[in-house]
Structures are given as C-alpha cells and as structure tokens.
C-alpha cells in the first residue's frame, strides 16, 4: 500500500505562486503515475497534471497547461506542483494520486477512477 501526504496550500493573491508536495511511502514501488487532480465545492473531481515516475513524462489539463509545472524527485520518493499565475477559479482542494496500471494513456492518467491511493488534499484558495 502506497501512502500520500500532501502539504503546501494556502491563501495567495490572483498572480501569485504556490507549490504543493506530495511525500510517497510504503509499497512505492507498486507506484506507475503520480496524479494531481482538484476539487472545488459542489465540483466534481478533475484532473490537473500527471507525472510518469520511469521516464518523467508529464500531461496537463488544458486549463493549468503554461501555469503549472508537476516534477518528481524519485530518490525523494516526492512529487510537486509548481502553480504560477494563479487564478480565482484555481481554488480547490488539491489531491495527490497514485495509479498502478502500467499504461501510460491520456484516459488512464485523467481518470480518478483508475488510481488506487489518496491523499488527504490540501486547500488552495486564491484571491481576486
């Protein structure tokens, strides 16, 4: 079992940055793709960026593509999510994911149903 523990939330102005982490342990090795995804109230879930651990392939929603950077450091067992030019509408709890399916597809690595462990998520709200 994979676990995630997500920090680095909080309030920031229209225009600013933020960066979240995401800490991996335990069975990491079952790990293929890294996710991020977010959810606002009354919002479905949606996807953000994804990262492949072998190879560092990464995809982005079409909303946080030029904004948004995800990063792994695999010694570190970490993964970021560089938010630049933040948004009104970027507010959202964020979540960190993990999917074991070792396919490396734009449905697999958008869809939350396809990964296996959560984090706790991590609240980012930004100001007008």
């Known amino acids: 079992q994979v676990q995630l523990v997500e920090s680095g939330g909080g309030l920031v102005q229209a225009g600013g940055s933020l960066r979240l982490s995401c800490a991996t342990s335990g069975r990491t090795f079952r790990s293929y793709t890294m996710g991020w995804f977010r959810q606002a109230p009354e919002k479905e879930r949606e996807f953000v960026a994804a990262i492949r651990w072998s190879g560092g392939d990464t995809y982005y929603a079409d909303s946080v593509k030029g904004r948004f950077t995800i990063s792994r450091d695999n010694a570190k067992n970490m993964v970021y999510l560089q938010m630049n030019s933040l948004k009104p509408e970027d507010t959202a709890v964020y979540y960190c994911?993990?999917?074991?399916?070792?396919?490396?597809?734009?449905?697999?690595?958008?869809?939350?149903?396809?990964?296996?462990?959560w984090g706790q998520g991590t609240q980012v709200t930004v100001s007008s």
């Open positions: 994911a993990s999917n074991e399916v070792g396919v490396w597809s734009v449905v697999v690595i958008t869809t939350p149903q396809k990964y296996n462990t």
